[in-house]
């Protein structure tokens, strides 16, 4: 009898787990409460946070910002409050130019889910300090501060994200991850959803994707006619000549491309970085902004450098250091092994196990990369930048520093120092293989393994809940039109009123926002820029000693497209849409890179002894001489295609200049306009006054 309870109780949690299970694995659009008309945006706050102070902030942007309708809400699955914010409003619009519009007699179309988060965003950043505001009793403002700002970085708002629009997502995801294309991308869909800084990226690694197939394709051509020939030194030579001449024509065709995209989206022109809003951890004494005369944090320039040269610079340099020296023990146990192999076992079947170092190698790369980011980042900040460009291009300068050295020192050890040729073919293919699966699992698999415990969990917690009879089973979407459940805003003029009076929503159903708020922030691509460098460096500096790396990185890269597609979609919040230019300072690395691959790969010819077998009779000092002669030429090359090639296409210049010829004429119309109104009212004036002379006179 015992037995079968037992049993039955078994089969009685299996089956409640794959039920809890499938709930945690999908987004469950039934049971969403908020309609997303009603939310745009949504705060978190933390769970420390003080209700009352929560309602402090509520009211201050009803009374301050009018233009936000937001609702307070309390996530009961996960004891946090969240504001969904959504705006609505009139304006004045000219319909002479109505045809430039999408959408124009659609007001629910007109704007994108993605363009109508930036402008609740903008709003809720809009928010400044007055004299007397106090958050608590701990966190005080000084006036026309950011509020918000001020709030992110003291942790009291733990995340604002946009709600993401399951409609437009799945029709993207169908276009996108589902589509039967390889590398094709709906990129304008991409930025229309996310933003042009993540549009960007995705642009830009289906592009570097696209190159890689033609060289990967010349690869093969080329391994296959030489190999029937049994002449591997014309196709190490050819593939170290396309290797450099691809690497050229590649970053400046992308440049172009890059342009390209950047006007097609409007952001080719950049704002002035002292009209930016600075970071929110950005700290510093106030002072007046030169431009807008508003009280700002100031930080001198000097105490920043000081903390670069005294602090980040030195330890940095330390991390390399050992980085160094870990490498070296790894090649004094690559050695030993390879010693104890030949010594112990003659036969080539446990050749294999000389892979072992190597394998170990790769995941003592990846250790040391996740170890110095948590360093650089902590330095980063304490160098305390203003801008949220600034900060990232110093970050980034860090980790490209870092991993270059991680990545790439063993390579460049063997190939110049060892000039082992086979050992060198044997540490990138290990290291390319290794990297890529690894690669995956943390930056995709991982990511969506979390997401799914994390759903996992919230789903237990509200069955929990639910059979506790604690929340209402019978609540559905209606639930957003009563009164009782939503606090909308007041008009500008009212005062506030204390809140705690008010009702808000406090729903035992997951809702959507509390489903994404879960998620984990997808704050920048630069993890995802870092991988495909590094991926560069190893095909551009020594593919002609593995000419299958190129092959290797193609097919990584047609599953690391649809990978991360994936994981932006499903396993992340939905990032607030940034502007960008192009790609920022990974262009300059990319570019100082192709310039190292030129002599990487006319020094490879050198070492493994290409160049002696064409001119055996040249001594070793005089083939030096011709290659740095060849690498001289190449370099001049490279700076003369750089100057005939312009970075902008001549259509885009064209209409740029319109566009400025536009502007300067309509700014001559203003000018025209205002000295007319000017003109009008001055005589007006002098007519009266001649009037109450000639009255005065009388």
Known sequence: MLTIRISGLKDEIKERG???????????????????????LVAIFNSSASYDNICWYFNLLQVRVPQLIIRLNYHKQSGQYAMYLTCRGMREFSLEE??????????????????RASIIHHFLLSLRAKPGDIFGDKLKFSPEQNITHYLQSAGVIKSIFPLHDMVEMRLLSRSWINSASIISQPIDKVERYFGVRVALYFAWLGHYTKALLVFSIFTLLSYVYFNKKNNFNAHYTLTAVFNILWCMMYLEHWRRTSTDYAYRWGTLDSPPSLLEEPRPNFTGDLAPCPITKRMVPHYPAYKRKLILLIISSPVTLICIIGVIVMTYFLMELQQWTDKWIEDEYQNKRYTWMSYGPKILHAICIMIADAIYKAIAVRLTELENHRLEDTHRNFLIGKLILFQFVNSFYLLFFTAFVTQDMKLLKQQLSTILIVRQFTGNFKEVFLPIGQTRLKQFYLSMRYESLKAAGSVDQDSDNSD???????????????????????????????????????????????????????????VSMFSCAFPFASVLAFLNNVLEIRADAYKLTTAYKR?????????????????????????????????????????????????????????????????????????TPAFIENEVAILEHKRREALKTLERESMKQYQKTRSKSHDQHEEVKASGDI
């Not at 109505?98 to 959408?103: D, K, N, V």
Request: with cysteine; aromatic share 10%; proline share 6%.
């Open 98 to 115: 109505s045809e430039l519009f999408e959408h124009l007699h659609n007001p629910q179309l007109f704007f994108s889910s993605q363009q």
């Open 18 to 40: 794959r039920q809890v299970l499938s709930d945690a694995l999908k987004w469950q659009p039934n049971k969403t409460v908020v309609k997303s008309n009603e939310c745009d």
């Open 480 to 538: 957003i039109d009563d009164p009782d459940q939503k606090v909308t805003n007041r008009k500008s003029d009212a005062s506030p009123v204390p809140f705690r009076n008010r009702a808000f929503s406090i729903d035992g159903r997951i809702s959507q926002p509390e489903q994404e708020a879960i998620l984990p922030q997808y704050d920048d691509s630069c993890e995802d820029y870092l991988e495909m460098f590094i991926q560069f460096g190893y």
């Open 575 to 647: 990032p607030i849409a940034m502007p960008a230019s192009g790609i920022g300072v990974w262009q300059t690395a990319l570019e100082i890179v192709s310039y190292i691959a030129v002599a990487t790969n006319i020094g490879l010819l050198y070492v493994s002894g290409t160049l002696d077998r064409y001119l055996p009779s040249v001594s070793d000092t005089n083939q030096i001489l011709l290659l740095v002669f060849f690498e001289h030429i190449v370099f001049a090359i490279r700076y003369m295609i750089g100057q005939l090639i312009p970075d």
